[in-house]
């Protein structure tokens, strides 16, 4: 398996592009994540899903919209980036939670550095 | 708002010295947490986790402490290597949720 995959690895965007983060997984996970991590921080929660077709915001989800109509593949779209946007963006992805259970070990992607300039 | 974080932002170690590396919480709600390794590039890579109705857990060089009184959670590495240079983070989830909230993360530095 190739766990959680991340396109592209690096990219420069101006003020105002727009550009797509595409994350894939091919562990038939349920669940999947989207975090921006800034420099010398953790990861802060943009948004998730817990299944296809299902959206949640998270922590800082302004300025960033997703999708989920595959269990494989939840991408995250900015409109209209703006340099607070620069930073680096982790998706990841796990299995349900069982009702009483520890929550099921998050598997992280390698990460996407984008700079807005 | 609730929020987990760090005593120390970096810690510099002997190689063969055991280190300990130190997180605050404030949720009380949280009954799940879990401490991420991450490498320079790399996305975090789970190392170990406890569940709220435990105190201790050990792993493979690794041992997690959970003192809910002080809601404070530690992780020691025994007998540190080179490969244990890194940023760690303690993350907390509600086991009722699917979210988990990161603390800011300690710099670990081996030196040989």
């Known amino acids: 398996n190739a766990g959680v995959t991340q396109t592209p690895k690096f990219r420069i965007l101006k003020i105002g592009q727009s550009m797509t983060l595409q994350c894939a997984q091919d562990m038939n996970h349920n669940y999947m994540y989207w975090y921006r991590q800034d420099p010398g921080m953790g990861l802060k929660l943009i948004y998730y899903?817990?299944?296809?077709?299902?959206?949640d915001k998270g922590e800082v989800p302004n300025g960033y919209n997703v999708s989920r109509s595959t269990t494989e593949d939840f991408p995250l779209r900015l409109e209209l980036a703006a340099p607070s946007q620069t930073s680096v963006y982790f998706c990841a992805s796990s299995y349900s939670g069982l009702a009483g259970l520890p929550p099921p070990e998050q598997f992280f992607g390698p990460g996407t550095r984008l700079t807005v300039l | 708002g609730e929020n987990v974080g760090l005593h120390l932002p970096t810690l510099s170690v002997q190689e063969g010295d055991n280190s300990i590396i130190n997180c605050a919480y404030s949720?009380?709600?949280?009954?799940?947490f879990i401490w991420y390794k991450q490498e320079s590039g790399k996305g975090p890579q789970f190392i170990i986790d406890i569940r709220s109705n435990m105190d201790k857990r050990q792993g493979q060089r690794v041992t997690v402490l959970l003192n809910k009184t002080v809601k404070h959670l530690s992780l020691q590495i025994a007998a540190t290597q080179p490969g244990d240079s890194a940023v760690y983070f303690c993350a907390e989830q509600e086991t009722s949720g699917s979210r988990l909230t990161f603390g800011e993360g300690t710099q670990l530095t081996v030196n040989p």
């Open positions: 899903s817990v299944g296809a077709g299902i959206t």
């Open positions: 949720n009380s709600a949280s009954d799940y």
